[in-house]
C-alpha cells in the first residue's frame, strides 16, 4: 500500500462570497463561487468554474472546468456537465483546445441526474431530470428528454 497516493476532499484556491454553505466532502479548487451559494456533499468543482450568487449545488453534481452558472440557479442531484464532445472518437486528454465551454444563464434550475455537453442556456430556462441538453437553449421555457426539447 506503500505506492498509493491518497488525496483529501478540499476547498484549495477557491474565492470564496460571503454567506457560503459547503456541505463536506467537496472537492472544489481554483474557482469561483459567490454569495450565498449552497454546495451540497460529493460535489466537485474544477479549476476556472464561476458559479454566481444565491445558487444552489446539490449532492453528487460534477461541474468540469470551461463552466459558468449564472445567479440564483438551481442544479438539482447528480447534475454532470462535460467538456469534451470527444470529436475524434476518444477523449481529447489534456488538450484544452478541443474542450468547449458551457454558459448557464440565471434562474435556471436543472432536474437531477441531467447531462449537459458544452452549450450555452438563456435566463429562465427549466430543465428536466434525465434531460441531455446537447444544443444551446436559446429561448426560455421548459425542456426535457433525450436530447432534450422543449415542451413549455
Known amino acids: 500500500m506503500s505506492d498509493v497516493k491518497k488525496y483529501q476532499s478540499q476547498l484549495r484556491d477557491v474565492k470564496l462570497g460571503s454567506g457560503?454553505?459547503?456541505?463536506?466532502?467537496?472537492?472544489?479548487?481554483?474557482?469561483?463561487?459567490?454569495?450565498d451559494v449552497f454546495v451540497g456533499p460529493f460535489v466537485e468543482i474544477q479549476k476556472g468554474v464561476v458559479i454566481g450568487n444565491r445558487t444552489r449545488i446539490q449532492s453528487h453534481t460534477f461541474i468540469c472546468e470551461l463552466v459558468t452558472i449564472g445567479e440564483d440557479c438551481f442544479i438539482?442531484?447528480?447534475v454532470m456537465f462535460t467538456n469534451d464532445l470527444f470529436k475524434e472518437g476518444g477523449p481529447s486528454g489534456n488538450d484544452k483546445s478541443k474542450w468547449?465551454?458551457?454558459?448557464?444563464?440565471?434562474?435556471?434550475?436543472?432536474?437531477s441526474n441531467a447531462t449537459l455537453l458544452p452549450v450555452t442556456i438563456?435566463?429562465?430556462?427549466?430543465?428536466?431530470?434525465?434531460?441531455?441538453?446537447t444544443k444551446?437553449?436559446?429561448?426560455s421555457g421548459i425542456y426535457a428528454g433525450n436530447p432534450a426539447k422543449k415542451i413549455r
Open 20 to 35: 457560503v454553505t459547503v456541505v463536506e466532502p467537496v472537492n472544489a479548487y481554483e474557482c469561483e463561487i459567490g454569495n
Open 76 to 78: 438539482a442531484h447528480g
Open 100 to 111: 468547449g465551454e458551457t454558459k448557464i444563464g440565471n434562474h435556471v434550475s436543472i432536474g
Open 122 to 133: 438563456c435566463d429562465h430556462v427549466v430543465i428536466g431530470a434525465g434531460a441531455v441538453v
Open 136 to 139: 444551446n437553449i436559446t429561448e
